[in-house]
C-alpha cells in the first residue's frame, strides 16, 4: 500500500495595517536606518494597532483567507493548531477561540510553543496527525504580536520584531507529495540568551517585575546570531545530505526571518543562489510564528507542484531545525 504523505494544500496570511519604518525607529530610539539595514536587512515592520486586538484576532484573518482561497467550510477542518509565542492570555488556548470564532465547529485546538521555532515544529506535528490517518484537515497557523511584549525603548529588539499571521492548510496526499523528512533539534542552554523574565511560573507578575520591566523580551543578540548561525547552516546542509539533493535538486529556501546575514550563511552552506531564496524580512522584520507561512503567503503563486522546499528556522529555547517538504500545487 501506497503511503499517506501530509502536503500542504492552501496558504492564507494576514499583515496590519500599520508601518513602523526605520526612519521612524530614528525617532523613538537611538539608531539609524543604516544601522539596522546593514544589520538585519530589515526596512520595515507592521505593528497591530487595534484596541483590544491580541494574536487571535491575526490568526482568525489569516485562517479566514485561507479557507475562502481554499473555497472550503470551516466546519471540514478537524484540527487547529496555532503556533505562537504570544498567546492571547496564560492557560486559555488561543487556538480554541480562534476554532471557534472561524467556526471550526467540528475541530479540538490548542497552541504550540516554540518561539521562533514553533510554527517549523507546528508542520511536523500537523503533518503527523496527517500521516496517522486519524484526520484529514489540520488547519496550522503562525502568528504573533510580538509589539506586546517589546520594550519600544530597547535599541537592541525594538527594530528587529514584527506582528503577522500565516496559515496553512495540510491535506493527506497520495502522490508522495509534502512533508518528506525533518530533522528538529532543542537545547535547553538557550534560555539564558533570549527569554522573557517574568510573568511565568518562576517570576510570577508583580509591582516590581513592571517596575523593572521584566515583562518584556531580553535577547543577548551576539550570542544567539551565533548559535543561529551555525545550526541553521548545519541543519539545512544535513536534511540536503540526509536525502541526496544536490543544490539543483531543491528549488527553494524558506528560512526563518531573523536576520539577513543568518539566511545569507544558510543559503551559502546550502550552495544556493540568492534566487532561490525566499526572503520578505525587509517588509515585515522578524514575526517570530508567523514567518515561514509568511513566505508561503507572499511567494505561493511561483512556487510549483513537485518543487522541492527546505524550511529553516532557529529560536528561543534554543529550538531550531529543518523540514523537506514537496510542494503540491501550482496557484
Ligand atoms: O528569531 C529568534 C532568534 N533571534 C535571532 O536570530 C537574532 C540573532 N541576533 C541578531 O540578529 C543580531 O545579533 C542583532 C541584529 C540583534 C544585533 O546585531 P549585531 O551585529 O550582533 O550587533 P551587536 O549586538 O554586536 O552590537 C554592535 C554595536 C554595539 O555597539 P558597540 O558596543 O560596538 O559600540 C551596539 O550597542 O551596535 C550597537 N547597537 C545598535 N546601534 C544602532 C545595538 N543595537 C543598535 C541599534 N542601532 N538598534
Known sequence: MKKTTAAITAVGGYLPDFVLSNK?????????DEW???RTGIKERRILKEENAGTSFMAIKAAEDLLKK???DASEIDMVLV?????????AATAAYVASEIGATNAFAYDLQAAC?????GMSTAASYIESGRYKKVLLIGADKMSSIIDYTDRTTCIIFGDGAGAVLFEPNEEGLGLQDEYLRSDGIGRQFLKIDAGGSILPASEETVKNKKHYVFQDGKSVFKFAVSNMADVSALIMERNNLSKNDVQWLAPHQANKRIIDATANRMGL??????MNIER????TSATLPLLLYDFEKQLKKGDNIIFAAFGGGFTWGSIYLKW???S
Open 83 to 91: 503556533a505562537t509565542a504570544t498567546p492571547d492570555m496564560p492557560v
Open 273 to 278: 543562489e540568492p534566487e532561490k531564496v525566499l
Open 284 to 287: 515585515y522584520g522578524n514575526t
Open 70 to 72: 481554499r473555497d472550503i
Open 328 to 330: 503540491a500545487y501550482n
Open 24 to 32: 521612524v525607529l530614528e525617532t523613538m530610539v537611538d539608531t539609524n
Open 117 to 121: 521555532s514553533s510554527f517549523l515544529y
Open 36 to 38: 539596522i539595514t546593514t
